[in-house]
């Protein structure tokens, strides 16, 4: 879904002409539809109720309620760094933030599943997964733009982490996916909208809408993976969240170059044997490795 939102939301951008006005449209959008959906779902409602009170009571902390923030600035870094800094730098450094970010999240327990081992297994996975993207993109790096733009997609990157761990714990309070999502969505969308009104004011605003309606679904892809991933978090872990996302990229990324290729980017040996690395990457961290002659009681 992530590869599937890139390419609507970059497009969308590119004929807005304004990555900053198409971040709004995306995560505003998002906003809309889980509005409606509070209205009609009750356990929705509820779990509004159910975080008040844990903040309240200090069983949830506040910054809990601000994972979105972090969305708001993976899509802006999109829209500010990947052009300079090429597509294929761009990508390495948030997959590297991403990687990071899983381990110190499990590490410090900050998910709803609590404190989880770094087991060698989980070390190698990651670590596969890193080179399974940048043999991926290898074909199209190149040295342009400053490297000290690599920090913005590379905290961005950590910041993926941080959200879905965020948001795990407010699911779990809530009890609802659709209450975590909303506060996801609203959070980034008012900074968001706080950060396109300032850039708005230092250089203009001009807005042309284009007609195509698949360039407005980047909000409700959104949504899904983002309820997607609330629920899935507290079993999985950070970390092996973040490894089966960066597979399922490269695995839809194949897809979209198969079935819908862009130009001057046909389907290369690199992409294949990346995803087919990708999923072997999550395959191992995901098997706890025991040392020769361990037997369990």
Known sequence: MYAVQSRVNGELGHQIGDGFIA??????????????????????????????RAVSAKHLSWWHLFGGLAGALFVLSQGLVAAP?????????????????GVLMDRFGIGPGGRRPLHASKIVGAALALI?????????????????????????????????????????????????????????????????LVHSLLVGFALDLP????????????????????????TTGVLMLGLCIVAGQLVCALALDLLAPTAGHPLGVTTIVGTALALVAVVIAAVRWRRPGHVRA
């Open 132 to 196: 399974a993207v940048a043999f991926t993109v290898s074909g199209e790096l190149r040295g342009s733009g400053a490297l000290w733009l690599l920090a913005l997609p590379l905290v961005a990157g950590i910041g993926q982490g941080w959200q879905q761990a965020v948001n795990g714990q407010v699911r779990v309070t809530a009890q609802s996916a659709l209450t975590a999502t909303f506060l996801n969505f609203l959070t980034g969308t008012i900074a968001l909208v706080f950060a396109a």
């Open 85 to 101: 800094l090429g597509i294929a730098l761009f990508t390495v450094a948030v997959v590297a933030g991403q990687t990071v970010s």
């Open 23 to 52: 971040a709004v449209i995306s995560f505003g959008s998002g906003l809309v539809i889980l509005s409606l959906g509070l209205t009609v779902f009750r356990r929705g409602r509820r779990g509004l109720q159910l975080v008040a």
């Open 211 to 234: 007609e195509n309606p698949w360039l407005y679904t980047g909000g409700l892809i959104g949504c899904v993976f983002i309820a997607g991933a609330a629920v899935v978090v507290r």
